[in-house]
Structures are given as C-alpha cells and as structure tokens.
T-cell receptor, first 111, second 113 residues
Framework: KQEVTQIPAALSVPEGENLVLNCSFT??????LQWFRQDPGKGLTSLLL?????REQTSGRLNASLDKSSGRSTLYIAASQPGDSATYLC??????????FGPGTRLSVLP | DVKVTQSSRYLVKRTGEKVFLECVQD?????MFWYRQDPGLGLRLIYF???????EKGDIPEGYSVSREKKERFSLILESASTNQTSMYLC????????????FGDGTRLSIL
C-alpha cells in the first residue's frame, strides 16, 4: 500500500528566502505526482503535476522535481513571500483513478 | 477554469440524522471523489466514482454511501450521523481514466452534535 510522507511538518522562514519542501513515497510504481496548496479553511489548489516520465515542472517561482527510483519529490519555492504562507500537500497518482496524499507541510513566511 | 462547487461551507447536524453533502462540477469530468480531512490524518478517500451510477469504495467507506445519478453531481450521504464524522469534507473531480489532475471544491466543514 502506497504511503506518502512530508518533511518538515512545519516551516517558518523570513521573506525572500528560497526553500525546499520534501515528499517521499514508498512505492515507485506511480503514474504522476501532484503538488497542492491549501489555505486555512479552504479546499486544495493544484500547483504542479509531474508525469512519471518527467523529471521536473516549473510554474513561476515554483519548481517541482521527481525522482521515482528513490521515491522522492521536492517543491522548490524561490524568493518566498508572505502570500506563500499555506499548507503544501503532495499527492501520488497510482495506476488507477485516485491519489494518495501526504500529511502536508505548513509554511509560514514572515514579513 | 474548472469549477467544483460544494453546496455548503458549514453544516451542523445532530447525531442520528441522515446528512447529504452535494458536489457539482462544470467540466464534464468522468471522475469524482469524496475525501475527509482531519488534523494529523491528512486527506483520506471515502468513495470515488468514475462514471454515472458507478462507485468504488475508498479507504474509509464505513458509515457513508454515495450517489451519482448525473455526471456533474456526486452526493455523499451519512446514513446515521455520528460525532466521529465531524470533519472537513472535500470533493474533487478529474478527467479520464488515469490519475489526472484533481480539482477541488472549497470544502464543507461538518459538525455533528
């Protein structure tokens, strides 16, 4: 059974720092991996989706990488801003219709 | 943009009541999902549906049922609500038969008293 973990559980950084969020999964036979952002009391907003054949995806200040063989993905956020404060979740897409979610990393960017 | 709409943001019900949570998507997606989210446990899949009138159990289906009579609408039913079903409920939809990007609604925070 696929298990997804995220480290750290919480992170606090000053504005302007570059930072890395980590996601690990136990079964490397994945179809894709998706990173989400969740603001308090809200639903999830999709940030990036990486297919299993890809190594990375970029959108603005965000860059997500995928290393299937080692069961790891990272989300890199450049020049962090207070508006980036949220919980970030990764979700692993198996060879079916659904995803398995990690517990999330709660990010606080201090002005 | 994909729009996934959940009928209520906040809902308060009593133990033993039958509760209906509604979700509608406007992008003709085949797949729809119901999750619950609890502190320390993350998102857990309750049920999903890959077509009209089709449903599959997720990881925690006990105490829940679902209905998908039309492609755009997926309902979650708590047959007899209990206090341990107090949670944030999230609906999502996606296109196609493989793990395609999921689009989420804003969630329903359900309290069972």
């Amino acid at each position: 059974k696929q298990e997804v973990t995220q480290i750290p559980a919480a992170l606090s950084v000053p504005e302007g720092e570059n930072l890395v969020l980590n996601c690990s999964f136990t079964d490397s036979a994945i179809y894709n991996l998706q990173w989400f952002r969740q603001d308090p009391g809200k639903g999830l907003t999709s940030l990036l989706l990486i297919q299993s054949s890809q190594r990375e995806q970029t959108s603005g200040r965000l860059n997500a990488s995928l290393d299937k063989s080692s069961g790891r993905s990272t989300l890199y956020i450049a020049a962090s801003q207070p508006g980036d404060s949220a919980t970030y979740l990764c979700a692993v897409g198996n060879y079916g219709q659904n995803f398995v979610f990690g517990p999330g990393t709660r990010l606080s960017v201090l002005p | 943009d994909v729009k996934v709409t959940q009928s209520s943001r906040y809902l308060v019900k009593r133990t033993g009541e039958k509760v209906f949570l509604e979700c509608v998507q406007d992008m003709d997606h085949e797949n729809m999902f119901w999750y619950r989210q609890d502190p320390g446990l993350g998102l857990r899949l309750i049920y999903f549906s890959y077509d009209v009138k089709m449903k599959e159990k997720g990881d925690i289906p006990e105490g829940y049922s679902v209905s998908r009579e039309k492609k755009e609408r997926f309902s979650l039913i708590l047959e007899s609500a209990s206090t341990n079903q107090t949670s944030m409920y999230l609906c999502a939809s996606s296109l196609g038969s493989r793990a395609q990007p999921q689009h989420f609604g804003d969630g329903t925070r359900l309290s069972i008293l």
